[in-house]
Nanobody, 127 residues
Framework: QVQLVESGGGSVQPGGSLRLSCAAS????????MGWFRQAPGKEREGVSC????????YYSDSVKGRFTISRDAVSKTVYLQMVSLKPEDTAVYYC????????????????????WGQGTRVTVSS
């Protein structure tokens, strides 16, 4: 059974840091890319970052560029999202999902095509 499990969310003050994990299991072959998405209350889902399996190419949305770093561990099939300098506007439920390529992460019109999602992990940034 293909499964993605996110973890690492929590509550932090502005300026704080968190590291999210997305553990993949049940895949019979490598996924092409893994994206991180977030959805804040009352807002549309937003793609924030992505990493490809083949060469580790990355994508970051403008809203997180310079503050978030995505990485992957091919052995454990885990993708990480290191988040620093967190802002209240980063508050959201964060999800990971497999994608055909990282361009999908920046195109909300394609999110409905993504079939494998994790259950999400909540991040709250508040003083």
């Amino acid at each position: 059974q293909v499964q993605l499990v996110e973890s690492g969310g929590g509550s932090v003050q502005p300026g704080g840091s968190l590291r999210l994990s997305c553990a993949a299991s049940g895949f019979t072959k490598d996924y092409y890319a893994m994206g991180w998405f977030r959805q804040a209350p009352g807002k549309e889902r937003e793609g924030v970052s992505c990493v490809t399996s083949r060469d580790g190419s990355t994508y970051y949305s403008d809203s997180v560029k310079g503050r978030f770093t995505i990485s992957r561990d091919a052995v454990s099939k885990t993708v990480y999202l290191q988040m620093v300098s967190l802002k209240p506007e980063d508050t959201a439920v964060y999800y990971c999902a497999t994608t055909a390529n990282c361009a999908v992460v920046g195109d909300p019109s394609q999110y409905s095509l993504l079939q494998i999602w994790g259950q999400g992990t909540r991040v709250t940034v508040s003083s």
